[in-house]
């Protein structure tokens, strides 16, 4: 199917092709100051195939969000995609791609080992109730497994 060029990146990928879970960078952006901002599409499951249940992205989101940061200071944004099947890693200044997936399996394995989602409460979060650590733990735990196809995008 022929689509017209459009202004998001992630509209102008084909879906039916990719081969989930993968992590890919997306988009590398150089600001006015020179400034260099990378986003990373970290895939978790099949494009139209399969999805995240939204309290499973909600706390991968906190987890994701507050436990990069103890590995990263150059973490600028851990965001879900609408379609529940992955998320946007944005990093500040020039990633080496295996630095990225060092990042996301570091993080991941902190996913494991956590015994709550952060700050998962209404003073904190504007749905604070709408969380799971099993849900979290369990996709972070099958996106582990498949560590070693991370860098395969495409079937």
Partial sequence: MNQ?????ESFNLDHRTVAA???RLADRKVLPAGDVIQK???????????????PTVHSLEH????HSRNH????????PMGCQTGFYLMVQGEWAYDDV??????????????????????????WGANHTLTGAQEA????????????????
């Fill in 140 to 155: 972070a735990r099958t996106f582990l497994a498949e560590r070693a196809g991370w860098a395969t995008v495409t079937a």
């Fill in 40 to 54: 990373y599409d970290v895939r978790f499951t099949q494009p139209n195939v399969g999805h995240l249940e939204m």
């Fill in 72 to 79: 990263s200071d150059r973490v600028l944004d851990f965001s």
């Fill in 4 to 8: 017209p060029r459009m202004n998001v």
């Fill in 63 to 66: 987890l994701f969000a507050e």
């Fill in 101 to 126: 997936l060092d990042l996301v399996q570091q993080t991941l394995e902190d996913v494991l080992e956590a015994t709550e989602v952060p700050a998962a409460n209404e003073v904190q979060c504007g």
């Fill in 21 to 23: 879970p993968y992590v």
